[in-house]
Structure formats: structure tokens, C-alpha cells
Nanobody
């Protein structure tokens, strides 16, 4: 599966953004999908994941209550709705496909999110 992330940008603290990740091919429904992020000088970290059916989601503690992950099987797309953005959310965001609670082995190219204070 090939992934194309989009939707990043420069916003002020408190604003919202929605990231999209479009997947190619007919196998989208087989994969759990996830978002990771990497801030300058830091390791890549997990942000959110959604199971292949969409019935289960997982979010890292720092974004719970602010971010929502969803998927649209008809559009082969996974979304990350980000509300109440904080400067510490600034990072390159990557989408990935893989196994629920397992390994993610297909990655998109990343989209930059910058939150100014």
C-alpha cells in the first residue's frame, strides 16, 4: 500500500487542522492505520491508531481529548482531526499502515504541522 499524507500547515495555538492520508490499492481495509510524529531533535513518536474495521482507536495521552482519528473505507483515507493545537504539537506527521498493536511497515512522506504561540 502507498500512502500520501496532506493537510499540514502553520496555525496559531488553539486552532484546528485535519490531516488526511490517502491510501492506494484495494487492500486499505486490511490494515490498521496510524499517525506518528517527529519533532525537531526528537524521536518519532506514536500519536494515534485505528483498527482495520475502525471499531477500535488508540491515542497517546498527550493528545487525548484534542485529537480524533477516523477512517473512510470508501475513500481509502484516514484522518487525524487535531483541535486545540499547542506549540508542542509542532512536528512532521506521518501516516502508516500495518497491524493493530503491531508493526507499521508502510509509511507516507510526512506533512509539516507548525503551531505558533
Amino acid at each position: 500500500v502507498q500512502l500520501q499524507a496532506s493537510g499540514g500547515g502553520l496555525v496559531q495555538a488553539g486552532a484546528s487542522l485535519r490531516l488526511s492520508c490517502a491510501a492506494s490499492g484495494r487492500t486499505f481495509g486490511r490494515y490498521a492505520m496510524a499517525w506518528f510524529r517527529q519533532a525537531p531533535g526528537k524521536e518519532r513518536e506514536f500519536v494515534a491508531a485505528i483498527s482495520s474495521s475502525g471499531g477500535s482507536t488508540d491515542l497517546t495521552n498527550s493528545v487525548k481529548g484534542r485529537f480524533t482519528i477516523s477512517r473512510d473505507s470508501a475513500k481509502n483515507t484516514v484522518y487525524l482531526q487535531m483541535n486545540s493545537l499547542k506549540p508542542e504539537d509542532t512536528a512532521v506527521y506521518y501516516c502508516a499502515a500495518g497491524a493493530w498493536l503491531g508493526v507499521y511497515n508502510a509509511w507516507g512522506q510526512g506533512t509539516q504541522v507548525t503551531v505558533s504561540s
